[in-house]
């Protein structure tokens, strides 16, 4: 399944910073990983020619005494091929530096976390083997710790919390987010961590908070799935308009139409019925109308069922 946006969002985010993944862990009650890490090549191939590709692979500097390790998965659904691939990264790694590593998954779902726990374990007989990983699911009560005891940057995760869901506690979570990201000083990284924050939001959230006025959406980086959006709803819009104009022109001329064979059969046919029969936009009214006006023995008896 290709990255999506919002998956790719927090691995640029810990890719770019890995020492937030510890500030991360710590605000959400799990215990912390080193201090010192650095991004390494994902792809790790060991035997059979067998390629295992985790989201992110972080490990500390070759300077320390012990390499310490960490592979990062953002789960947002579930994957049967995690049951096999997850032990084999963490057996691949552990053979190429040692035991002192661990999976963290990252997930905003509470179904997925359960599911993240146990998936990789196995029991087959009396034989024990598999991983149980390190769960960090962001949900709201880890989303309101982060934003009140986490660095301004960190709001990027806060929303992380939101994806695809677009009601009043996402606006008001995004809000927020966006909010404390104000506090970020340094120019560049604010406006990195609004890219990210901008990046996960539900269009709906997005259109929300540009109506109610909390922010100006005008002033912020531009969220792709917002865009993709406005354009879908610009499109279905200028197909109504000239669905609506072709409607309208149809009428116009069916009406016309009807104003003839109405003076044909002798009909004095007034302004105001004019008027009527050019305002109306319904083509199918006006074809029930010409049936009347066939053999309507008044110009009453043609509109009587209207």
Known sequence: ????????????????DPSQLRTLLDLTGHAPCPSQLEVEDSALRKGLTVDV????????????????????????QRDAEKARRWPLAMATMGDRYGPDGELIVITASASVARWARRVASHRRGGTRWGVEPTVLLLGPAEAEAILAKGPPEMAVFAAWVTQGRKGRRAVDLARRALARSDA????????????????????SVMEQLRSAAMIDINQLPKNPAWERWKDELRAEGEARGEARGEARGEARGEARL???????????????????????????????WADLALDAPSLDAVFADD
């Open 258 to 288: 009807l104003l003839r064979v109405l003076r044909r059969r002798g009909f004095v046919v007034g302004a105001d019925v004019e008027a009527r029969l050019l305002a109306t936009t319904d083509p199918a009214r006006i074809e029930r």
């Open 184 to 203: 970020v000083e340094d120019e560049r990284l604010r406006r990195a961590t609004r890219e990210g924050i901008m990046a996960v939001l539900h269009p």
């Open 1 to 16: 399944m290709p990255p999506t946006t919002v998956h790719e969002s927090v691995l640029l985010w810990l890719r770019d």
């Open 53 to 76: 590709t985790p989201d992110l692979v972080l490990r500390s500097p070759a300077s320390h005494e012990v390499r310490r390790w960490v592979l990062i998965e953002v789960q947002r």
